[in-house]
Nanobody, 124 residues
């Protein structure tokens, strides 16, 4: 059974860093696309980053480029989102997502598997 559980969110000041983790079950990162989405208060959910080993493509939200990095520990089936130089605009609930055989996609509807979300709050 595919399950994803996020952790690592918290309250930080602008300029600080966080690393989010997503512990997965029944997911192998050589066969599944992995992605991170976020949803700010009153805003639509948006893709922050995704990666697909099968299709060899990576996506980063423009505002995250150079600050955020998606990675994984394939042996332990854990995916990460390293977030550096955080800004107040990064505040939101962050979700990990995955889908078998998928290319890197920023489209919410293409993912069947989602974590429950972890809250990130960046103060100024």
């Amino acid at each position: 059974e595919v399950q994803l559980v996020e952790s690592g969110g918290g309250l930080v000041q602008a300029g600080e860093s966080l690393r989010l983790s997503c512990v997965t079950s029944d997911i192998t990162f050589d066969q599944y696309a992995i992605a991170w989405f976020r949803q700010a208060p009153g805003k639509e959910r948006e893709a922050v980053s995704c990666a697909s080993n099968i299709h060899g493509n990576v996506y980063y939200l423009d505002s995250a480029k150079g600050r955020f990095t998606v990675s994984s520990d394939n042996a332990k089936n854990i995916m990460f989102l390293q977030m550096n130089d955080l800004k107040p605009e990064d505040t939101g609930t962050y979700y990990c997502a995955s889908q078998w055989g998928l290319y890197c996609s920023a489209q919410i509807y293409e993912y069947d598997y989602w974590g429950q979300g972890t809250q990130v709050t960046v103060s100024s």
